[in-house]
């Protein structure tokens, strides 16, 4: 049975809210999705999802918390501790099992609400082996972009292309907290409190609020929204410990895109797309993405950067939403918002960054320090 | 829909603190899943983790610290939370990935290390309320869900002693599981009934205990059942529900489990069952205190409303009653990992259906069992009914 996206809700990303709590920013994003599709949730939707952690929510049992703003109560709704995109999945399951035929998944970001989120982030390391070796988690990130530096042979000066021209492609994203003129240069003269990693290669956290309601195929032809198919969807971790991963090419980048490109049926990515949206939590992360996914050659990100491939009229408009460097990094709903866009994108509708005749998308996800987990999905005009 | 079934499960020993970390309970609990479906870990597909609060075992994102001793590793792997009803919901998520088609085998893995949190688990519970309106009044789950079992035994009239009847059954039955914490064989009425007051109704021996635990299932679908020749050690899950409930707990009445209620109409209704209590044979509601067990009873459909304690002073829930009601032993007595408590619910449907229970297994032939869970804030519940 074909799945489809048959409403987006994106609420405007800002560095914080005051104005919201996290409860009033998920009925915002939520009814803007609703009002997309021309659904009410009290009746029209068969299963909820929100996708969030604790410890970013400062609850001892963030679940509780969720029904009422969504519409959702007295209803099936769970919570996924993971990222949008795995969020999706489930969602997806659910309609090819038959359990149900509308869904709607949600996830957002509070973060102006965590007032140590250096210190949340250490938290998730390994309790006896890493976390008491202190320091800003940032290092890891360090590290890592050494690494792949170092294996796959590009340079920190194509990771400053990345960051440049993201946070300039979000100018055009009204929804984008980050926008700024910046050049490469001025990244490579920013401190490299993480060396090599520089402060302006990371992404720094945003509020935002996305919600995507899905439909089975008939369900979805009587909403009022196109539908934009989901054409394949896969997920994986690597380990958890630091010390046993692998840190040049993400492999769970590499096996959640198999997983969808086998459920798309997709042999060659490398030409399959008009779209890309891929993390970019940090620089140095959109190029290694691109290259686990097999969108570029290895070693090759980096020059399709700098040749302008990546930009939005070029070879492979990679990230013209901004990614997570030009709108914020909305934690895990960071995938779930590349989702979006690219239906929007899909759709026609995505305004001043609108790519000319997107018909198919990629979008991946990480969900960032310290984990190696991260999913994909493929998105299209046809089922 | 393609046809789903439990193939294999395990669990460890249910403890107040055990000497292993959360990962390597997780590991026996899958290693001992797998050896029963005869499989390893090559032949699984999808991983899903379960686990409650990640302030009991004091890391960020508990889900990912935990998957290399699920399994998990280089692998879709997926983590659901829904609070206590964590126990039972993994496995509804386990029977998506498998009936849509995305994995053929599914493990489902459940940890729960509540020592850790220190000097006791109930702290994390100060943490699970709205910032403004309830938190401030400092409640801890013991007084909520005492004012839940007031209001229960108010509506009803229901006398303590019928309440209390059920921890008696429940402790007495852990005495056959290998994994109890609790098992008394001599426990009587009267030792619960004068066990120390917590707050009024809820004493001390109405409750169940802070555990230290894992458990797992290995789900399979109709083809892998048939070519790895698992006919004889298969159950099917056969129909599953789930709801929650609003936020705002103070907003209901707290005599009747309405999401609980919910959530059996869904999974029955998928199973084809129009009268529960005549189709179903025995079940494995959620126990974590004793007056749960008969909220939870009628909640499922399977006694009238005010009616469950009735039934256990019958005797009609015991093991060898006519409707045998958690012949595991339940939280009460085998303990309360959180969502480790899958091994006593959707382990125990399994065990019973497919005649592993050995010293517990119930003494009538038995072809389908319920099981359900319970969580958040008196909010939410999940259903499974499993057939041989």
């Given at each position: 049975?074909k799945?489809?996206i048959?409403g987006?809700g994106?609420?405007?990303?800002?560095?914080?809210?005051?104005?919201?709590?996290w409860?009033?920013l998920m009925?915002?994003?939520?009814?803007r999705?609703y009002a997309?599709?021309g659904?009410?949730?009290?009746?029209?939707?068969d299963?909820f999802?929100?996708?969030?952690e604790d410890?970013?929510?400062?609850?001892?049992?963030?679940?509780?918390?969720t029904?009422?703003?969504?519409?959702?109560v007295?209803?099936?709704?769970?919570t996924v501790?993971?990222?949008g995109?795995?969020?999706?999945?489930?969602?997806?399951m659910?309609?090819?099992?038959?359990?149900?035929?509308?869904?709607?998944?949600e996830?957002?970001s509070?973060?102006?609400d965590?007032l140590t989120f250096?210190?949340i982030?250490?938290?998730?390391l390994?309790?006896i082996?890493?976390?008491p070796l202190?320091g800003?988690?940032?290092?890891?990130?360090?590290?890592?972009?050494d690494?792949?530096?170092r294996?796959?042979g590009?340079?920190?000066k194509?990771c400053a292309?990345?960051?440049?021209?993201n946070r300039?492609?979000a100018?055009?994203n009204?929804?984008?907290?980050?926008g700024?003129r910046?050049?490469?240069?001025?990244?490579?003269?920013?401190?490299a409190?993480w060396?090599?990693?520089?402060?302006?290669?990371a992404?720094v956290?945003?509020?935002?609020?996305?919600?995507l309601v899905?439909a089975?195929?008939?369900?979805?032809?009587k909403?009022e929204?196109?539908?934009?198919?989901i054409?394949g969807?896969?997920?994986?971790?690597?380990?958890p410990?630091l010390?046993?991963?692998?840190w040049?090419s993400?492999q769970?980048?590499r096996?959640a895109?198999?997983m969808?490109?086998?459920?798309?049926?997709v042999r060659a990515?490398?030409?399959a797309?008009?779209?890309?949206?891929?993390?970019?939590?940090?620089?140095y992360?959109?190029?290694?993405?691109l290259?686990?996914l097999g969108l570029?050659?290895?070693?090759?990100?980096?020059?399709m950067?700098r040749?302008?491939?990546?930009d939005?009229?070029?070879r492979?408009p990679t990230?013209?939403?901004?990614g997570s460097l030009?709108?914020?990094n909305?934690?895990?709903?960071?995938g779930?918002?590349?989702a979006?866009?690219?239906?929007?994108q899909?759709?026609g509708?995505a305004g001043k960054?609108?790519?000319?005749?997107?018909?198919r998308?990629?979008?991946?996800?990480?969900?960032?320090?310290?984990?190696?987990?991260?999913?994909?999905?493929?998105?299209g005009?046809?089922? | 829909?393609?046809k789903?079934a439990?193939?294999?499960a395990?669990m460890?020993?249910?403890?107040?603190r055990?000497?292993?970390t959360?990962?390597?309970l997780?590991?026996?609990?899958t290693?001992?899943?797998?050896?029963a479906a005869?499989m390893e870990?090559?032949?699984?597909?999808a991983?899903?983790h379960?686990?409650?609060p990640?302030?009991f075992d004091?890391?960020?994102?508990?889900g990912?610290?935990?998957?290399d001793g699920s399994?998990?590793?280089r692998?879709?792997?997926?983590?659901?939370?829904t609070?206590?009803g964590t126990g039972?919901?993994s496995?509804?998520a386990?029977?998506?990935?498998?009936?849509s088609?995305?994995?053929?085998?599914?493990?489902?893995?459940n940890?729960?290390?509540?020592?850790s949190?220190?000097?006791?688990?109930?702290?994390v519970?100060?943490h699970?309320?709205?910032?403004?309106?309830?938190r401030?009044?400092?409640?801890n789950?013991v007084?909520?869900?005492?004012?839940?079992m007031?209001?229960?035994?108010?509506v009803?009239?229901?006398?303590?002693?019928?309440?209390?009847?059920?921890?008696?059954k429940?402790?007495?039955?852990?005495?056959?599981?290998p994994?109890a914490?609790?098992?008394?064989p001599?426990i009587?009425?009267?030792?619960v009934m004068?066990?120390?007051?917590?707050?009024w109704?809820?004493?001390?021996l109405d409750?169940?205990?802070p555990s230290?635990?894992?458990a797992?299932?290995?789900?399979?679908?109709e083809?892998?059942?048939?070519?790895r020749?698992?006919r004889?050690?298969?159950?099917w899950?056969?129909?599953?529900g789930?709801?929650?409930d609003s936020?705002?707990?103070?907003?209901?009445?707290l005599?009747?489990?309405?999401?609980v209620?919910?959530a059996a109409?869904?999974a029955?209704?998928?199973?084809?069952?129009?009268s529960p209590?005549?189709e179903?044979d025995?079940?494995?509601?959620?126990?974590?205190?004793?007056?749960?067990?008969l909220?939870?009873?009628?909640?499922l459909?399977l006694?009238?409303k005010g009616k469950?304690?009735?039934m256990?002073r019958?005797?009609i829930?015991?093991?060898?009653?006519?409707?045998?009601?958690?012949p595991?032993?339940?939280l009460?007595g085998v303990?309360?990992?959180?969502?480790?408590?899958?091994?006593?619910k959707?382990?125990?449907?399994?065990?019973q259906?497919t005649?592993?229970?050995?010293?517990?297994?119930?003494p009538?032939e038995?072809?389908t069992?319920?099981?359900?869970a319970?969580g958040?804030l008196?909010?939410?519940?999940c259903v499974?009914?499993m057939?041989?």
């Amino acid at each position: 049975m074909k799945v489809g996206i048959v409403g987006v809700g994106i609420t405007p990303f800002r560095p914080s809210t005051p104005e919201f709590s996290w409860k009033e920013l998920m009925y915002d994003g939520a009814q803007r999705a609703y009002a997309d599709a021309g659904i009410d949730p009290r009746t029209d939707v068969d299963s909820f999802i929100t996708c969030a952690e604790d410890y970013y929510e400062g609850f001892g049992i963030f679940d509780e918390f969720t029904p009422d703003q969504l519409g959702a109560v007295l209803r099936p709704m769970h919570t996924v501790g993971g990222d949008g995109i795995q969020g999706l999945a489930n969602a997806y399951m659910q309609i090819q099992s038959g359990l149900a035929e509308v869904v709607v998944v949600e996830s957002h970001s509070k973060a102006s609400d965590i007032l140590t989120f250096n210190g949340i982030v250490a938290h998730g390391l390994d309790p006896i082996w890493n976390k008491p070796l202190g320091g800003h988690p940032n290092y890891i990130a360090g590290l890592e972009m050494d690494a792949f530096l170092r294996g796959s042979g590009n340079t920190a000066k194509d990771c400053a292309h990345i960051a440049a021209g993201n946070r300039q492609a979000a100018l055009l994203n009204s929804a984008a907290a980050y926008g700024a003129r910046v050049t490469p240069e001025q990244v490579t003269a920013s401190p490299a409190l993480w060396a090599p990693l520089r402060s302006l290669d990371a992404s720094v956290p945003a509020d935002g609020c996305v919600v995507l309601v899905l439909a089975g195929e008939k369900a979805a032809h009587k909403m009022e929204a196109p539908p934009v198919w989901i054409q394949g969807i896969g997920w994986a971790s690597d380990s958890p410990s630091l010390e046993t991963r692998e840190w040049v090419s993400p492999q769970y980048a590499r096996l959640a895109a198999a997983m969808a490109y086998r459920l798309a049926k997709v042999r060659a990515p490398a030409g399959a797309f008009d779209l890309a949206e891929v993390d970019d939590k940090f620089s140095y992360k959109e190029l290694q993405h691109l290259e686990a996914l097999g969108l570029a050659k290895r070693g090759q990100s980096g020059k399709m950067a700098r040749r302008g491939d990546l930009d939005g009229n070029g070879r492979l408009p990679t990230n013209v939403s901004g990614g997570s460097l030009g709108c914020g990094n909305v934690l895990d709903a960071s995938g779930l918002h590349r989702a979006a866009e690219a239906a929007l994108q899909i759709r026609g509708d995505a305004g001043k960054h609108q790519v000319d005749g997107a018909k198919r998308a990629v979008v991946q996800s990480w969900r960032g320090l310290p984990t190696a987990t991260g999913a994909v999905a493929i998105l299209g005009a046809s089922g | 829909m393609r046809k789903v079934a439990v193939v294999g499960a395990g669990m460890t020993l249910f403890r107040r603190r055990l000497q292993e970390t959360g990962k390597e309970l997780s590991f026996e609990a899958t290693r001992m899943a797998l050896d029963a479906a005869k499989m390893e870990i090559g032949d699984v597909d999808a991983v899903i983790h379960g686990t409650a609060p990640d302030a009991f075992d004091g890391v960020h994102m508990k889900g990912e610290y935990l998957l290399d001793g699920s399994g998990g590793r280089r692998k879709p792997y997926m983590r659901v939370f829904t609070g206590g009803g964590t126990g039972v919901f993994s496995t509804i998520a386990g029977y998506w990935h498998v009936a849509s088609g995305l994995a053929d085998v599914a493990l489902v893995v459940n940890e729960e290390k509540m020592s850790s949190c220190q000097p006791h688990p109930q702290s994390v519970f100060a943490h699970i309320w709205d910032p403004i309106l309830d938190r401030p009044l400092k409640p801890n789950l013991v007084w909520i869900f005492a004012m839940e079992m007031n209001r229960y035994m108010t509506v009803h009239g229901i006398p303590y002693e019928d309440i209390a009847r059920v921890a008696v059954k429940n402790k007495r039955n852990a005495v056959g599981h290998p994994c109890a914490q609790l098992a008394d064989p001599n426990i009587t009425l009267e030792d619960v009934m004068n066990s120390e007051l917590m707050a009024w109704p809820v004493r001390r021996l109405d409750i169940s205990p802070p555990s230290d635990g894992a458990a797992a299932v290995v789900l399979a679908s109709e083809d892998v059942v048939r070519k790895r020749k698992l006919r004889d050690q298969a159950a099917w899950i056969k129909g599953v529900g789930w709801c929650i409930d609003s936020t705002m707990w103070t907003d209901r009445d707290l005599f009747f489990p309405e999401y609980v209620n919910r959530a059996a109409k869904m999974a029955y209704k998928q199973a084809k069952i129009t009268s529960p209590r005549k189709e179903i044979d025995f079940a494995e509601p959620y126990d974590p205190f004793d007056y749960k067990e008969l909220h939870h009873l009628e909640g499922l459909g399977l006694a009238d409303k005010g009616k469950a304690g009735l039934m256990t002073r019958e005797g009609i829930t015991e093991r060898d009653g006519d409707f045998p009601v958690c012949p595991s032993g339940g939280l009460l007595g085998v303990g309360n990992p959180i969502a480790a408590t899958l091994g006593l619910k959707v382990g125990e449907l399994y065990w019973q259906l497919t005649g592993q229970a050995g010293k517990r297994q119930i003494p009538n032939e038995v072809h389908t069992g319920v099981t359900q869970a319970w969580g958040d804030l008196m909010q939410y519940g999940c259903v499974v009914v499993m057939g041989a």
